[in-house]
């Protein structure tokens, strides 16, 4: 088996604050001795960029305007020199997206960065191309690996499965493998993809690095405190943990919310909590650090993440948060719901709660629950730090991603 050495991981966007998943990955692979090219669609707007992640912007390509001498040059090149690839990809886009002129719009921006980025791959010699989420960066490593021949690999977590599975089938045909993050994902896409071989999509959880966790909690812990992380969108249920807020506060104290996170929910939070009269118990402190996120974990009493059903609008749904692995990571016990791949990390009464999606009440009565009885918190805690630490480890994630990005074509 060969050992591939240059790497390029294609994103939307990097640095991405809710996207840590990507940067453990590349470190992790760079740690090994990997050398990791991150091509990034979009420029970075976050605001704050982690120091983990500035020490790989030197390593990202951004893709230059789409009049830019650099960008016309590439697509001369192979205009001239892969003609019939290059039209074959425009054909393909074209006869795939013509019902939807936004997608064809959008994909047709991909394909114009794409080209880029392959001339600048032949250049550093890349041997294998990545893709982090099975939309826009998987066309863009489809884009790539037909005109270059490369081989590429993609990974596919929530939203860019669920939401739609334009080009999906098509770029199945050509990638060496599929990573699905949850098992509820990997029967998702092959009942959407009909004929796709088993074998080419493959369960690969996202990992933690547990080096980097300080375990056990000592003695920091804050009696009533309840947190919970992630991007402000209803499928987080959000609104259903404020409920259960109003419902625990006469029947709890000291007792204190912090919900970590911003998105388009974020006012509608907050007069829900106003209206609620919850504003002296539940925080909104909107985006913060690493490093701000891991004190509050290690205060923290319980972690809940009321993750609901698809959204109907647009089909989206939660993949398996990275929160729920990181609060389980450092002996926290948590509460979620039985949506989508959660129950591979969550069993209830093994490694953590689960309560219905949009059920404030059972919400509220898993979260006094855990409050009041210690050893039931003890027990669910460190049952689920064994879980992470047995399947969601960035070592275990990225050995096997070195195997099949080693292969050089053969069967992985």
Not at 199 to 221: A, K, M, Q, W, Y
Not at 297 to 320: N, T
Not at 379 to 401: M, N, P, Q, S, Y
Request: net charge positive; aromatic share 8%.
């Amino acid at each position: 088996m060969g050992k591939v050495q240059r790497v390029a991981y294609i994103v939307v966007m990097f640095p991405c604050y809710s996207e840590t998943f990507v940067l453990r990955e590349i470190r992790e692979l760079m740690r090994r001795g990997v050398e990791v090219t991150v091509l990034s669609l979009r420029a970075c707007s976050e605001k704050v960029i982690e120091a983990d992640a500035r020490d790989v912007v030197s390593h990202t390509l951004y893709s230059r305007y789409l009049f830019s001498f650099a960008l016309l040059r590439a697509h001369l090149h192979y205009l001239f020199h892969r003609t019939g690839a290059y039209f074959g990809i425009i054909a393909t886009l074209a006869s795939r997206l013509f019902w939807n002129p936004w997608q064809l719009i959008k994909n047709t921006g991909v394909f114009l960065k794409s080209v880029y980025f392959a001339h600048a791959l032949h250049i550093r010699r890349i041997q294998h191309v990545h893709a982090h989420f099975a939309n826009y960066p998987a066309t863009s490593a489809y884009i790539i690996s037909r005109l270059t021949g490369l081989p590429f690999t993609m990974t596919a977590h929530a939203h860019d499965i669920f939401q739609n599975q334009i080009l999906l089938s098509t770029k199945l045909k050509l990638a060496k493998k599929l990573f699905a993050i949850s098992s509820y994902n990997k029967e998702f896409i092959m009942k959407k993809c009909r004929g796709v071989p088993r074998e080419t999509i493959e369960v690969l959880h996202s990992g933690l690095d547990l080096s980097r966790v300080n375990f056990p909690r000592h003695d920091r812990i804050e009696q009533g405190m309840i947190l919970s992380l992630g991007r402000l969108v209803a499928i987080k249920g959000f609104d259903t943990l404020v409920r259960a807020i109003a419902i625990l506060r006469d029947k709890v104290a000291p007792l204190r919310c912090v919900i970590v996170g911003e998105g388009p929910q974020k006012k509608e939070l907050d007069r829900l909590i106003s209206r609620l009269g919850l504003g002296d118990i539940v925080e909104l402190p909107g985006k913060i650090t690493a490093q701000e996120v891991v004190g509050l974990m290690e205060r923290c009493e319980v972690f809940a993440l009321p993750s609901r059903q698809a959204d109907k609008k647009s089909g989206v749904m939660d993949g398996i948060p990275g929160s729920l692995m990181e609060a389980m990571s450092l002996g926290i016990p948590v509460v979620s719901c039985p949506v989508s791949g959660i129950p591979e990390l969550v069993v209830n009464e093994e490694t953590g709660l689960l309560v219905p999606p949009g059920d404030e009440l059972r919400l509220a009565e898993a979260i006094a629950r855990l409050i009041d009885h210690e050893e039931l918190r003890r027990r669910l805690g460190h049952a689920g730090r064994e879980r992470v630490a047995r399947e969601f480890t960035i070592a275990r994630t990225v050995d096997r991603l070195m195997e099949v990005f080693g292969s050089h074509g053969e069967s992985a």
